[in-house]
Nanobody
Framework: QVQLVESGGGLVQAGGSLRLSCVHS????????MGWFRQAPGKEHEFVAT????????YYADSVKGRFTISRDNAKNTVYLQMNSLKPEDTGVYSC????????????????WGQGTQVTVSS
């Protein structure tokens, strides 16, 4: 069974940076496209970014384009989300997810999910 464990969340001031990590175990990491989603209190689950197995094909939500970078290290079974120029509206629980063989911004197309890590951006 695939397991995903996120880390790297925390409290940061607006304009600051954080780097999230998600370690994948129990499956063949390179078979999966990996995505990051977030959920703010009282709001729907929101797509943030996704990266294909090759690390080259990526897609971002308009709200984070130019500020966030998704990357992966297949040798370490890890996907990263580098978040720069953070804004208070970036606050939420960030979860990574794995989709077998496809790049998607739709949460229902992901097969496995982590528990999430809290990101709080103060103004």
């Amino acid at each position: 069974q695939v397991q995903l464990v996120e880390s790297g969340g925390g409290l940061v001031q607006a304009g600051g940076s954080l780097r999230l990590s998600c370690v994948h175990s129990g499956g063949i990491f390179s078979s999966y496209a990996m995505g990051w989603f977030r959920q703010a209190p009282g709001k729907e689950h929101e797509f943030v970014a996704t990266v294909m197995w090759n690390g080259r094909d990526t897609y971002y939500a308009d709200s984070v384009k130019g500020r966030f970078t998704i990357s992966r290290d297949n040798a370490k079974n890890t996907v990263y989300l580098q978040m720069n120029s953070l804004k208070p509206e970036d606050t939420g629980v960030y979860s990574c997810a794995a989709a077998l063989g496809r790049l998607s911004q739709t949460s229902s197309e992901y097969d496995f999910w982590g528990q999430g890590t809290q990101v709080t951006v103060s103004s």
